[in-house]
């Protein structure tokens, strides 16, 4: 069985960025790999510009996944969109300083870090609750922040490159339901570009990992697995043990029985732990177990979509309520009648 299209995440500040990349034995195993990089745009630096400019000039493809200043959200969704787009044009001229070479334009759609932090703090609980009830009842917000970001990837593709979004996996359940609850309630965006990630990362939900995993899988263009080590830290929110190497194993397994290609997150983290170099001579056809249909997932999701599905037509509530009221006045009617 072939390796598959392989593309690692890295979200590191720019000196253990450049600490990582000393040498050539990272880069080497990229291209052993003929991996593709998602390198984190967390800052516009020259040194930033300087790593980047060594693997183009090694030949390692890499994809721009555009990042805010944590004050504005860190990842997109559907409040800071006109800073998406700010940080789009400053990452062009910052591109065009430094000569840099892209593969492509990642687009990582997800709530916003400072809402996702807060929840930890117990003063800021009511406020984002608040916050979040509001962005459920208006409609309107998320349509026009579809449309903003659908503008900004046609700018990207003028420019010439094509474009990934990095998604969790709820955002199926939306669709499924023809609603834009999850959206409006987490102020994600659904957006259309030539390949969607799904971040199917089973350390979140273990012991059910790899069963969601396996359920959402089909679903993905994409398949993200994860988490070996880094990225951002949520204390409380995000603090998991990373994958083992049999954890990661199975998911790479699972996933090419899927025929994904994958996106792993990430390569700090498979540095750390030795995943990288064990890559090359991973066996990808061994076998692997099949996660059952786990009664959890299955439930999950079925109940998800059910949900989502109602309060997207809360009419039908309403309906069904005056059905049951005017059901029981016939009926107290009727025996009124009879008396």
Known sequence: MEQPALSFFCELPVDELTKLFDGRFVIDDLRDLDATLCLGIIDLSEARAKVIQRLNKAGVPVIAWLLLPEEDGYWFNAENYEQAAGRYVTFKA???????????????????????????????????????????????????????????IDLIHADGYVVESYQIPLIIEDRKAKATVIQRTLGLVDIDVEREVLMLYSSFFRP??????????????SIG????????????????????????????????????????????????????????????????????????????????????????????ILLALASIIGLGFLFKQNEDNKE
């Not at 892209?102 to 930890?120: K, Q, S, Y």
């Not at 899927?258 to 991973?282: A, D, N, Y």
Request: proline share 5%.
């Open 208 to 221: 059910d990992g790899a069963a969601l995993l396996w359920s959402y899988a089909p679903d993905a263009d």
């Open 94 to 152: 910052w591109t065009d300083q430094y000569d840099l070479k892209w593969a492509g334009v990642g687009l990582d759609i997800e709530p916003n870090i400072n809402d996702m932090r807060g929840l930890t703090r117990k003063e800021d609980v009511n406020p984002i609750l608040a916050k979040t009830f509001h962005r459920y009842t208006n409609k309107k917000h998320i349509q026009k922040a579809q449309r903003a970001y659908q503008a900004l």
């Open 225 to 316: 697995v994860g988490i070996t080590g880094g990225g951002v830290d949520i204390e409380g929110v995000i603090d998991l043990d990373p994958l083992s190497w049999d954890e990661f194993s199975r998911d790479l397994r699972l996933c090419v029985m899927q025929g994904k290609p994958i996106h792993i997150f990430s390569l700090e983290g498979c540095v750390e732990q030795g995943f990288l170099s064990k890559l090359s001579t991973f066996a990808w056809d061994d076998p692997t177990d099949v996660p059952g249909k786990s009664m959890v997932i299955r439930a999950g999701r079925t109940g998800i979509a059910s949900l989502l599905w109602i309060l997207e037509r809360p009419w039908v």
